[in-house]
C-alpha cells in the first residue's frame, strides 16, 4: 500500500512539473512574440520616417500582423490592448495601401505604442 502511494505521489507530482514547465515555454513564447511584433513595428516606423518605399512598410506591417498572431493570454486587459492594436495594424496596412502614408504612419506609431503597452503589461503579471 505505500509503494502505491508512493507511485500516485510521483505520477501527481510528474504531471504538475510538466504543466509549469508547459506554462513556462509558453510564457517565453509569448514574450518573444512581443519583442518580435514591437521590433518589427520600431522597424516599420523608422522606415516611413527614412521615406522608404510604401511596399516595405506594408509587408513590415503585415510581417508584424502574423507575429502577433502568437501572442496570447488569459489576461482579459492586455487581451484588449493586442486587439485595439491588431485594429490598428489592419487600418494602417489598408491606409498604406490607400497611399494615405501620413493617416498609415499615425496607425503605426499608435500601433506600436499599443503593443509597447502589452508588453508591459504582460511582463508586469508574468
Not at 502505491?4 to 504538475?16: D, E, G, P
Request: charged share 25%.
Amino acid at each position: 500500500m505505500n509503494a502505491l502511494k508512493i507511485l500516485v505521489y510521483l505520477t501527481v507530482l510528474s504531471f504538475a512539473s510538466a504543466s509549469s514547465i508547459a506554462y513556462a515555454e509558453n510564457n517565453a513564447e509569448v514574450k518573444a512574440a512581443i519583442d518580435q511584433t514591437v521590433a518589427k513595428l520600431e522597424q516599420a516606423v523608422a522606415a516611413l520616417e527614412k521615406g522608404e518605399d510604401t511596399k516595405a512598410v506594408v509587408d513590415m506591417v503585415i510581417e508584424a500582423k502574423q507575429l502577433q498572431k502568437s501572442i496570447s493570454t488569459s489576461d482579459a486587459k492586455v487581451s484588449i490592448k493586442k486587439s485595439q492594436s491588431s485594429n490598428k495594424l489592419g487600418q494602417a496596412r489598408t491606409s498604406l495601401n490607400d497611399g494615405d502614408l501620413k493617416k498609415g504612419g499615425e496607425l503605426v506609431k499608435e500601433a506600436l505604442a499599443g503593443y509597447k503597452e502589452v508588453k508591459e503589461k504582460y511582463n508586469a503579471t508574468h
